[in-house]
């Protein structure tokens, strides 16, 4: 089937360390993208990307790196700059590239981080 | 800057009640609305959309949502609501370009 795997499901570190989340589609989608969730704040957009090498900032980029190198993969760096880092992180896709997008997303089950 | 509002952070229903939960977003132009659900210990997932035509659209397991562009409002309804409706509904709003804002998202409980 096809689908968003996210791995790890939850995730414990210690302040100052960097946390790299991975996030792997087989969905041959162009776009993928990471949002992070907290309570009462619905889903905020930390990164996204159109195709293959290229990515952008979304709002809450500070603190946190990505890299594209390959279509089917799209990891989120929580680097020790990100001042308050937990949370629920989920990765998504969308069939669009460069083409106008529909914003019609794909969610992968989510990673949960627990700074100690 | 584009924002959406979901009225309702937390709404408590019995079985059989009628659902409605608000959804209003602030931008002037062309629009693509969606209502995405996360039950319980699940990823989230599209419950319905609209793009254009008829306003009422239809989504999953018996809900719909109403467009009125002239109050900027996408609401979600089901007439009669099932225990296993329990999860939190997000509104969500696409301009055209990469970035879907999402509303703060309404828990719904269900009472079996």
């Known amino acids: 089937d096809g689908g968003i795997t996210q791995s790890p499901k939850y995730l414990f570190r210690k302040e100052g360390q960097n946390v790299t989340l991975s996030c792997e589609q087989n969905?041959?989608?162009?776009?993928m993208y990471w949002y992070r969730q907290d309570p009462g704040q619905g889903l905020r957009l930390i990164y996204y990307?159109?195709?293959?090498?290229?990515?952008q900032k979304g709002d809450i980029a500070e603190g946190y790196s990505v890299s594209r190198e390959k279509k089917e993969s799209f990891p989120l760096t929580v680097t020790s700059a990100q001042k308050n880092p937990t949370a629920f992180y989920l990765c998504?896709?969308?069939?669009?590239?460069?083409?106008?997008?529909?914003?019609?997303?794909?969610f992968g089950e989510g990673s949960r981080l627990t700074v100690l | 800057a584009q924002s959406v509002s979901q009225h309702n952070h937390h709404v408590i229903l019995s079985e059989a009640a009628s659902l409605e939960l608000g959804c209003n977003y602030s931008?002037?132009?062309?629009?693509?609305l969606f209502w995405y659900v996360q039950y319980p210990g699940q990823h989230l997932q599209l419950l319905l959309k609209?793009?254009?035509?008829?306003?009422l659209v239809k989504g999953i397991k018996g809900f719909e949502a109403e467009f009125i562009k002239s109050k900027f409002s996408f609401n979600l309804r089901k007439p009669s609501v099932q225990w296993s409706d329990t999860a939190e509904y997000f509104c969500?709003?696409?301009?055209?370009?990469?970035?879907?804002?999402f509303g703060a998202g309404t828990r719904l409980f269900v009472k079996a």
């Open positions: 998504a896709s969308s069939k669009e590239g460069r083409s106008q997008n529909t914003g019609e997303l794909f």
């Open positions: 990307s159109q195709i293959v090498n290229d990515f």
């Open positions: 609209y793009f254009s035509g008829d306003p």
């Open positions: 969500a709003v696409n301009t055209g370009g990469f970035k879907t804002i």
């Open positions: 969905l041959n989608h162009d776009a």
């Open positions: 931008y002037g132009g062309t629009v693509n």
